[in-house]
């Protein structure tokens, strides 16, 4: 068993406790790639901001728990030989089962998600409390959800095609319940909560409206939420901006993938002011890795080694994470 204080990670309870009293949101981000991880380590250094490593449902799966936790090991060292000060957590990200989230902390995750938003609420607070149980006497943190977001964890954004939504037969909305909220922390004693206000998963989360504007999160729900409880941080999955150009350079370069709206920037910005406290991001590394590979391919018809690309977007990635750090307020908040 590893402790994830032995790899350099740190609980993330503490720097949600930080961005709630600052005012800000840190960084969830997603990383599938070594070009990726690297880039998120470069723009956590550069902008001194707090980073959590989200380690996504198909990654954990093709490459186990142990290597997951040894290469974000590695991001916390290059962390330490900058001589810098940024923490870092590594995140079980939609975790589906009490044994996924025992093996991840028994690999040296900091952090897990409980996903039991699909069940029925005593389900969901069953197994949400389990967790908690298991992962407190380990000193590591527990997010669950609640709430329903529509769209797919991944399975939009690995194929560029609209997804089905997960959203249970017979659900009345599909935005969280404030009332619910409440006993659900209650009854659980989880640290942060996943909550449906509008986000989406996948490439398609909002659609305009009849007058062509895009619809905004429901900061009412997130007010309401801030208020029944104080100082609790709440979670935003499916958070992506998902820019028009990363989507047309893609299908310039040979591929098909549908047009896509995200969650605008300033509604990202106004959520990370309130409770919001984490926010998640994974299609824009995603689909930012993916556009410009095909382009610097297609510029490079010889190459016959993958580091013609690699090594390129790596910078091209961290300009990205940064400026999410930027929008989420996180940057300049480590001295």
């Known amino acids: 068993m590893y402790n994830y204080r032995e790899l350099g990670l740190v609980n993330m309870k503490g720097m949600m406790q930080d961005a709630y009293e600052g005012g800000y949101a840190v960084p969830a981000l997603n990383f599938v790639t070594i070009e990726q991880l690297n880039g998120i380590i470069d723009a956590a250094v550069e902008k001194r901001s707090p980073v959590i490593l989200l380690a996504s449902p198909n990654l954990h799966r093709q490459l186990g728990f142990e290597m997951m936790a040894r290469l974000a090991q590695a991001g ?7 001589g810098s000060h940024v923490p870092v957590a590594l995140h079980l990200d939609h975790g589906m089962t009490y044994e996924a989230c025992v093996d991840a902390v028994e690999n040296g995750f900091s952090s897990v998600m409980i996903d ?3 069940l029925p609420f005593e389900e969901n607070i069953a197994l949400t409390k389990k967790v908690v149980e298991y992962a407190h006497a380990h000193d590591v943190t527990v997010e669950g959800e609640l709430g329903v977001l529509s ?3 991944e399975a939009s954004s690995v194929t560029g095609k609209k997804a089905e939504s997960k959203e249970p037969k017979g659900l009345a ?5 404030p009332s619910m909220v409440e006993e659900f922390v209650k009854r659980t004693g989880v640290d942060c909560l996943a909550v449906s206000v509008g986000t989406c998963h996948g490439l398609v989360k909002l659609k305009p409206g009849p007058d062509g504007k895009l619809p905004k999160l429901r900061y009412d729900l997130i007010a309401d939420m801030q208020n029944r409880l104080p100082g609790f941080p709440l979670v935003l999955h499916g958070s992506s901006s998902i820019r028009p150009e990363w989507i047309q350079m893609i299908n310039q370069y040979g591929g098909d993938v549908e047009q896509a709206a995200g969650i605008p920037e300033e509604q ?11 926010i998640n991001i994974a299609s824009d590394g995603w689909i930012c890795a993916l556009a410009n590979t095909r382009r ?3 510029e490079h018809p010889e190459a016959i080694d993958s580091r013609i690309f690699t090594l390129k977007i790596r910078p ?6 940064k400026h999410k750090m930027d929008v989420m307020g996180s940057a300049g908040r480590i001295q």
């Open 268 to 278: 990202v910005s106004k959520a990370a002011e309130m409770a919001v406290c984490k």
């Open 316 to 321: 091209i990635l961290a300009e990205l994470y």
């Open 76 to 82: 916390a060292d290059r962390v330490k030989n900058a």
């Open 296 to 298: 610097i391919l297609a």
């Open 173 to 177: 909305s599909k935005y969280t319940d």
């Open 116 to 118: 039991g938003s699909a």
């Open 151 to 153: 769209g797919e964890e």
